[in-house]
């Protein structure tokens, strides 16, 4: 009893181990993703079903699916016909077979998750909720409900197929409740998989969970086998997988209009046949997820699932259409047809790959210097009292784009007005006020997103001169809320790199890099000043340990791969800086605040928390970068120093 009791805590730990919200899944930056019906063993015999698994050749299909830029791949490990394409010992078990009949030989699931793996491309299992449905031998081996005719078991000759319009009574296992039997066994086949490809796979995407395996979630609660304990064996090799569960077609079902299917559910199943529901388009704001779902939209690009040999749209509508639905934050999936041994149709595949050349930006071209400026202006400009000087700094410096933060009770109307002090007539911020982020440039801005889900603040994403810029604030509660906020951003900048953007993204971030370690490890007064409250935190939310600061916020943002100016040329001209070299790149505190207002005072304080990042091919266009201690009024127009970075332009043959 002890043992089942530790199993079911284990079970249940891992299943609720899953992410936060919507808003921290990685599939908001995957912009888009292709799926793959392969049912290449249909009605074959078990030598020919092994004989099309290994004409699969797997390098060259990951090759295919990169060269789109797809960010993800659901890919089909079986369905109603049994057979599956990699072994499974526990199922295997149940039905009575040896490796090679229903499953088989090759494990092409785990081959292909490590090519993709390599690519940067994530995995999602296509899985049913149920029993393979094709053979009634399949289904009394599962344990899964039997097909009915009035009530009662149809029996082995009727096909388990049969619809209730051509045969009256009858219905399909998967129009009646699973029963307990049924959940442990599909857990032990699951979680086999789950725990031999772990965090290969990134999520699983399960078919024919209808309305009725939804209204037996609650009474099969008292049971010890149940939906719950099937998840959890279904994350056990990833807690943090995402899960989808299809029930039909209609939007207010694959799209969750309505709620979701099961409590489990992280994003929709999305199943459409076109980009439009009776001439209204599909998008996140004209059908929405319920709060904590990822916005999904699943549909083939050819002639049906896994058919066709021409893509349906050309790769314009396709960018349109996909571009619509990622601006709110949604993610799409396209059905591709292939073949047994890896083959996507030339003419869908050179659809597809236009469409990730069309989503990707032009050509990035500087063609004239360019200043950027990220300033923290402390509560409003001080409330106010520090503007002119500030503005009047400003237009020493003549920023093309600037970043702002803390611009407490501005909305934007007001950042637009005061924009034109320094020459810009171009402005945005985060919110309507409150404590409020923002930029603004010499050139036209588009507002991409405004997002605070996730975010104590949040970020704001724009595109002007050419350039996506993220503006940011963290928030630093503790490690874990604020590796969320890193995650977010971190996995945003790597879509919009696959995407061939260049992106800038710069702010405040509460938060330390590694490289200033040699010198912030002799901060002593400021470690002693933090520590007090970081040990109040839980050990995870902890931001100093055994004496120093960890660097986990940066290091997770650096991931993208982005990188920071700052360090770069600071470490350029100082290859072995001293450790009053290295406090020069202290971008906090000012001698505004009481604590620190003599230079003695302010030199075991200062620490950098303020960078601008920016995409390699930005990056080697930087000429200068630093955080400006000069002149002597910005010790008082803030408590942040502002950062600058300077871009030279390309030459005719760059």
Known sequence: MKKQILVALLYGFVLWATPASAGESWLKSSGFGLMFHYECFKERSARDFNKAVDSFDVEKFADAVASTRAGHVIFTI????????????????????KNGEWTSRRDLILEISKALEKRDVRLIIYMTARAPMRHYRVI??????????????????????SHPRKLKGFLRSENQAPNPVFLKNWADVCGEWSRRYGKRVSGWWFDGYKDEMKAAYEPLQKERHNIDTW?????????????????????????????????????TSGEQREFTFKNKPLTPKNFPAPDGVTWHLLLSVSDGWGAGTKSRFDAATLAERIGVINAQDGTVTLDVPIAANGAIPKAVLT?????????????FKLEKLLTVLNYNVFNGFRGGRSYKPTVAWVNTVKPDIAAWQELVGWNEARLKKAANDWHHPHAATLKGGGYNIGITSRTPIEV?????????HGYLHCRTAGIDVIVCHLWPAGVRQQLGEADQLRDLVRRLAKEGRQVILMGDFNAHAATDKPWLDKQQPLL????????????????????KYIFPIMNRILEAPLHDLVHEKFAGAHPKPTYAEGL???????????????????????????????????????VSAKACREPAVLESTSDHYPVVAIFKPMAENQ
């Open 584 to 622: 020069r790149l202290g971008s906090f505190p000012t001698r505004v605040l009481g604590h620190v207002k003599t230079p003695k005072l302010q030199r075991g304080f200062l620490e950098r928390i303020d960078f601008i990042l920016t995409t390699p091919a930005l990056a080697n266009r930087c």
């Open 528 to 547: 002693d000043r933090r520590k007090v409250g970081d040990a109040k935190k839980r050990p995870k939310d902890r931001f100093i340990v055994d004496g």
């Open 140 to 161: 009394a081996a599962m344990g899964d409900t039997l097909p009915t005719i009035n009530g009662k078991p149809a029996g082995p000759k009727v096909n388990p197929m």
């Open 448 to 456: 991409i997103a405004r997002h605070t889900k996730g975010f104590h």
């Open 78 to 97: 079986g369905q109603h016909t049994g057979k599956f394409c990699a072994p499974n010992a526990a199922y295997e078990k149940l039905l009575g077979v």
């Open 231 to 267: 998840l959890a064996a279904v994350r056990s090799g990833n807690p943090a997988a995402e899960l989808a569960f299809n029930a039909g077609a209609h939007p207010l079902i694959s799209l969750c209009t309505r709620g979701k299917l099961c409590p489990h559910q992280t994003f």
């Open 351 to 363: 659809t597809l790959q236009q469409l990730g050349q069309r989503r990707a930006a032009k050509t």
